[in-house]
């Protein structure tokens, strides 16, 4: 009596999902959802500073270039997803302990583009300020670099979340087959956050 009425109120995947590829599916589905509001969120802000951009009465001239730990840290992103497509392909294969490293790796190195962009917020703000000092219109290059870094910095936060979740989980409690889901959908998350920070990073390029 209780399995017909799990079945029939929708309680519990694998009354609902016949099998792990539909669980799968239909996860990866909910993620796609999601990653495009996130991408209409990134999107909506560029084109935002390049509508102040384009006004070119309030935007200040000589602006000092990127910082060059700017591409330090988006080679160490790039290459965490590498790391990260490397944990999706080891879980499938039940590889645990390629797995184990593979998220290991990426938590530092998404670790690591936090600690360079901090440098690279540092370094620009302070070449920025002194402009700031001289014209007020600089404010809204400062704005805007801020904004567009300060809010991708947010994402891969919380990107790292459920990563050292699963860091913990594969490293303490035990390796798990079922697990290759959540690192699947938490990889579709990270690779949307490196195609969107390449995206930022030539807007930046232009702008400035």
């Known amino acids: 009596m209780r399995s017909s009425s799990e079945s029939a109120s929708g309680h519990g995947d694998r009354l609902v999902y016949q099998s ?8 990866s589905f909910g993620m796609l959802l999601f990653l495009a509001s996130v991408v209409m969120l990134f999107g909506a802000t560029i ?15 000589n602006l000092p270039g990127l910082p060059t730990v700017v591409w330090t840290s988006t080679f160490i ?16 294969n039940g590889r645990s302990v390629s797995t184990r490293w593979a998220i290991g790796l990426t938590v530092l190195l998404g670790l690591g583009f936090l600690y360079f962009q901090t440098l690279a917020w540092i370094e620009w703000n302070d070449a920025i300020r002194i402009m700031v000092d001289e014209a007020q219109a600089a404010q809204l290059a400062l704005t805007g670099f801020h904004v567009l870094t300060a809010v991708h910095a947010a994402h891969v936060i919380g990107g790292l979340i459920p990563l050292a979740v699963i860091a ?5 409690i035990g390796w798990r087959s079922d697990r290759s889901r959540g690192i699947h ?24």
Do not use: K, N
């Not at 913990?168 to 303490?172: D, E, Q, T």
């Open 20 to 27: 792990e590829r539909e669980r799968l599916a239909a996860g």
């Open 47 to 61: 084109l935002g500073l390049l509508a102040i951009r384009l006004d070119a009465s309030t935007w200040p001239e």
């Open 77 to 92: 992103l790039c290459l965490s997803s590498v790391t990260m497509q490397w944990a999706v392909v080891a879980s499938r």
């Open 168 to 172: 913990w989980a594969v490293f303490f």
């Open 185 to 208: 959908y938490t990889a579709m998350y990270w690779h949307c956050l490196d195609a969107i920070w390449i995206a930022l990073v030539i807007t930046l390029v232009v702008i400035l």
